[in-house]
Structure formats: C-alpha cells, structure tokens
T-cell receptor, first 113, second 111 residues
Framework: DGGITQSPKYLFRKEGQNVTLSCEQN?????MYWYRQDPGQGLRLIYYSQIVNDFQKGDIAEGYSVSREKKESFPLTVTSAQKNPTAFYLC????????????FGPGTRLTVT | GQQVMQIPQYQHVQEGEDFTTYCNSSTTLSNIQWYKQRPGGHPVFLIQLVKSGEVKKQKRLTFQFGEAKKNSSLHITATQTTDVGTYFC???????????FGKGTMLLVSP
C-alpha cells in the first residue's frame, strides 16, 4: 500500500522540550511539505523540500527545523523556541516536476503543557 | 504567497439541500485546487482547475474557475450526510512549488 505515514498520532510533551515528528512516504514523490493546522485557521506551510538535501522555509518556519536526508523521509522538529506548539501537524507530498496535487498523511496532534 | 479568502466559514444544511463555498483572490491565480477534510481526518485532493471559465463535475459536486481566474466555487447538489467535512481551496504560488490554502468552509449536514 502506497502512502504517507506519520507517527505518532498523538504526542504529549512538556514545555521546553524539543520534539521530532516523523513523516515517511513510499510514493516515490520528490516534494514533501509540513503544515500546521489550528482550529479555523486552515493549513499554514512550515517547511517544504523539493529534493533530497534541500529544503526551504514556509510562512511560519520560526521555532521549527527539518531535514531531508532520504527521499522518503522528512522529519519535523518542534523546538522549545516555538511559542505556541500545540497544534495538528500534517505532512504532505507531491510528485513534483510541476504536478501539484498533494497527498496528506494522517497527521500528528501535538499537545505541549 | 497568494492570499485566498474563503466564504462562508461555516454552513449547516438539511440533507437534500444544496451547498456552495466560494474562494476569492485579489490576484490572478495560475490554478486552484480543492480539498476535503473529514472530521478528525486529513485533507484529500478533490480536483484542480487551470483554465479560465473551467467547469468540472464529480457526481453531485460542481467546480468552477472564474473567467478572470480570481475566484472559484464548489457547489454540492442535494447534500448527503457523507458530505460533512471542511472544504478547502488552495492556490498555487507564483514559484509553482507551494500552495496557499484558504481557511476552509465547514459543512454540517443534518439528516
């Protein structure tokens, strides 16, 4: 079964701790994306990567970091510098090469207290 | 990036009634995509519109792209309870590598 997996589904952390969210895809897609979703706010782009070993900041990158060492993996680290980290985090991928339809993973709901 | 405004924010209909959500931009869009997110789920791609004045249908869903490519709409005929969810439009940004999503329209359908 091809798709995008995110783990875990729910994550709880104490304030001041860094946390890494996993995103893996077996669709052989070049492009991968991280979004944050807050109630009533739609999806806001955190980081994206169009190719291995390269990534760009999105609209709300502050307090987040990413890596893209493998084509199939794009982990997101929520650092202690992110002032309001509690949110629903969605990872997505697309074929790239000017094909823009995005496929989303099931998401990780992060709660920081 | 682009800014897309989506209205209404929320709509509650009786099953069988029609539903429309609108997506508007102050700038010309190269394309527009529509996604559906069920409660507790993740967004799922529905369709992409590229041409001025384009109309596409998927069963009871009709998607339109305005003549000036600054607005789009999604119309559902005779809603069913399975239509419940949030519908997002998304515009391709000028660099052709990212999307800007509207804030979505939440649809609730009562049986």
């Amino acid at each position: 079964d091809g798709g995008i997996t995110q783990s875990p589904k729910y994550l709880f952390r104490k304030e001041g701790q860094n946390v890494t969210l996993s995103c893996e895809q077996n669709l052989n897609h070049d492009a991968m994306y991280w979004y944050r979703q807050d109630p009533g706010q739609g999806l806001r782009l955190i980081y994206y990567s169009q190719i291995v070993n390269d990534f760009q900041k999105g609209d709300i990158a502050e307090g987040y970091s990413v890596s893209r060492e493998k084509k199939e993996s794009f982990p997101l680290t929520v650092t202690s510098a992110q002032k309001n980290p509690t949110a629903f985090y969605l990872c997505a991928s697309s074929i790239g090469d000017r094909v823009y339809e995005q496929y989303f993973g099931p998401g990780t709901r992060l709660t920081v207290t | 990036g682009q800014q897309v405004m989506q209205i209404p924010q929320y709509q509650h209909v009786q099953e069988g009634e029609d539903f429309t959500t609108y997506c508007n931009s102050s700038t010309t869009l190269s394309n527009i995509q529509w996604y559906k997110q069920r409660p507790g789920g993740h967004p799922v791609f529905l369709i992409q519109l590229v041409k001025s004045g384009e109309v596409k249908k998927q069963k009871r869903l009709t998607f339109q792209f305005g003549e000036a490519k600054k607005n789009s709409s999604l119309h559902i005929t005779a809603t069913q309870t399975t239509d419940v969810g949030t519908y997002f439009c998304a515009a391709l940004n000028s660099g052709y590598s990212t999307l800007t999503f509207g804030k979505g329209t939440m649809l609730l359908v009562s049986p």
